[in-house]
C-alpha cells in the first residue's frame, strides 16, 4: 500500500534550518507530482512548496519563497524540504503529499504522510 513517511522535524531557535525528508514507497514516485503542506494549531492545512514528477518544476508559497527549497531524488523514491531562516511562524505539523497532477490548484492529492512537528523558539 501507499506509504508516504517524513522525518526531520524537530525544536530550532528562529533563523535556524531544518530539512524535512519524505520517503515513499507503495507507488511509482517518479510519476507523481509531490507537495508539501503545513497546518498549524487552529489554521487551514496549506501548501508550502511542490515540486513537478521530474523535479524540473517547483512552487512556494510567497511566506517561504527564498528561504525554503524543495528537491526530490527519484532513485531514492524521496522528496526533501531544506527550511532556512526559520521564524516562529514556521511552527507547525508538516505533511508530505503525492497527486498525479501538479498543484496548480493548490489542492491535495489523496496521499499523506503522518505529518513532523516543526517548532520554531523565539
Known amino acids: 500500500q501507499v506509504q508516504l513517511v517524513e522525518s526531520g522535524g524537530g525544536l530550532v531557535q528562529a533563523g535556524g534550518s531544518l530539512r524535512l525528508s519524505c520517503a515513499s514507497s507503495?507507488?511509482?514516485?517518479?510519476?507523481?507530482?509531490m507537495g508539501w503542506f503545513r497546518q498549524a494549531p487552529g489554521n487551514e492545512r496549506e501548501l508550502v512548496a511542490a515540486?513537478?514528477?521530474?523535479?524540473?518544476?517547483?512552487r512556494y508559497a510567497d511566506s517561504v519563497k527564498g528561504r525554503f527549497t524543495i528537491s526530490r531524488d527519484n532513485a531514492k523514491n524521496t522528496m526533501y524540504l531544506e527550511m532556512l531562516s526559520l521564524k516562529p511562524e514556521d511552527a507547525a505539523v508538516y505533511y508530505c503529499?503525492?497527486?498525479?497532477?501538479?498543484?496548480?490548484?493548490?489542492?491535495?492529492?489523496?496521499?499523506w504522510g503522518q505529518g513532523t512537528q516543526v517548532t520554531v523558539s523565539s
Open positions: 515540486i513537478s514528477w521530474s523535479g524540473g518544476s517547483t
Open positions: 507503495g507507488f511509482t514516485f517518479s510519476s507523481y507530482c
Open positions: 503529499n503525492a497527486r498525479r497532477n501538479n498543484y496548480l490548484d493548490n489542492r491535495p492529492g489523496p496521499y
